[in-house]
């Protein structure tokens, strides 16, 4: 019983440090995301296209900035807060599942990435375009910065993880952890949990917007089921 507490609080000691590192990790980009968030602030604002956004409240300014700080921060802290989540689940995995986790910690960043790019370039400018233009001569937008912010990093980080959605799907299918035929005879249950996800994540709710998440949703998660299906034939092999 002493063995099995005394290895309960290392698992507890280990999952405390490597929180601690994670949240220093994020602190120390904010704070340098808080030196550029003046000019990162007016690159958000031109995606919109308008010359300027408005505050509301005194404080308000000064909190966006801080947001902005943060937003870098977590994404700045993206590859590494991977590292910690991996360093912590090596040592109850085998040799060879240790080697799926190294190429999953890799594709993860590359699909976070890709999510993000898929956020900026396609998800918020076709979003943004649609939702204005029920504006007319009497109905003109007045943005509100915190409300815009809060609206591009929902859309941002929603892509950025829901992107790694297929790829955990096809992590879990590779350890046997989830059986791929039971994942193919339930596609359709599925798939409505991905548009259940991508209603969740984004942040207007207006059906457009979410049939632009859950498209590519949609398409990874075949994709996945695909390259999991190769994959198992390669090992059989």
């Known amino acids: 019983m002493s063995d099995k507490k005394l290895s309960f609080l290392d698992h507890l000691e280990e999952l405390r440090r490597?929180?601690?590192y994670s949240l220093a990790c994020v602190c120390l980009f904010s704070i340098v995301g808080y030196i550029v968030s003046r000019p990162a602030l007016k690159f958000i604002l031109q995606?919109?296209?308008?010359p300027s956004a408005y505050f509301f409240s005194p404080a308000e300014a000064f909190v966006a900035q801080i947001k902005v700080a943060v937003f870098i921060g977590i994404i700045a802290s993206f590859p590494f807060l991977l590292l910690q989540v991996w360093l912590f689940v090596t040592p109850a995995l085998t040799r060879k599942e240790r080697g799926l986790t190294i190429a999953y910690l890799t594709s993860g960043i590359v699909l976070f990435l890709t999510g993000l790019c898929f956020g900026y370039f396609i998800l918020i400018p076709f979003g943004l375009r649609f939702l204005l233009s029920f504006g007319t001569d009497f109905l003109q937008?007045?943005?509100n910065i915190s409300k815009y912010l809060n609206f591009m990093f929902w859309c941002l980080l929603g892509s950025g993880f829901l992107f790694?959605?297929?790829l955990l799907l096809f992590f879990l299918i590779r350890l046997g952890i989830i059986d791929i035929n039971t994942?193919?005879?339930?596609?359709?249950?599925a798939i409505v949990i991905l548009l259940v996800l991508c209603a969740v994540i984004t942040p207007t709710g207006d059906f457009f917007t979410l049939l632009l998440m859950a498209i590519p949703m949609v398409l990874l998660f075949e994709l996945?089921?695909?390259a999991a299906r190769i994959a198992a034939r390669t090992a059989n092999r």
Request: net charge positive; charged share 15%; aromatic share 0%.
């Open 141 to 143: 937008p007045l943005l």
């Open 224 to 226: 996945s089921i695909i």
């Open 183 to 189: 994942v193919t005879k339930h596609r359709a249950e």
């Open 164 to 166: 790694q959605l297929p």
């Open 18 to 20: 490597r929180i601690l």
């Open 47 to 50: 995606l919109a296209q308008i």
